[in-house]
């Protein structure tokens, strides 16, 4: 769970792989799956959630999430409005080690890291 830096919208990346995204009065805005159906090429993808970090830009227009699938750390960039912007995956190979991972936005923008 991570709030956007205004505290209006906070999202939630579920156990069961949804992105959930909410006002500051839990209204919900968007569910949806962390992967959308266009982008689902392997159905046998195993994630683990607990390892799942959320992390707004400074400006609050934009979000990242990152997750492990099979091994492999992917980042996720969203729009405020839960829109898929990029993705970017062979970022960390763990080999099947459990690895934790810390997520962070320059406040400029400019870097995840």
């Known amino acids: 769970m991570e709030w956007s830096p205004d505290y209006e919208i906070v999202v939630f990346v579920t156990r069961a792989n949804t992105i959930l995204i909410m006002t500051q009065d839990w209204d919900p805005i968007v569910e949806q799956p962390l992967i959308p159906n266009n982008l689902e090429l392997f159905s046998q993808t195993q994630f683990d959630s607990d390892a799942s970090r959320i992390s707004?830009?400074?400006?609050?227009?934009?979000?990242?999430?990152?997750?492990?699938?099979?091994?492999?750390?992917?980042?996720?960039?969203?729009e405020r409005s839960g829109k898929l912007h990029s993705r970017?995956?062979?970022?960390?190979?763990?080999?099947?080690?459990?690895?934790?991972?810390?997520?962070?936005w320059k406040p400029s923008g400019e870097l995840i890291a």
């Open 56 to 78: 707004w830009r400074g400006d609050g227009q934009f979000f990242v999430v990152s997750s492990s699938e099979n091994g492999v750390t992917t980042f996720r960039t969203y």
């Open 88 to 104: 970017a995956e062979d970022v960390f190979k763990t080999s099947g080690m459990q690895q934790s991972h810390l997520l962070s």
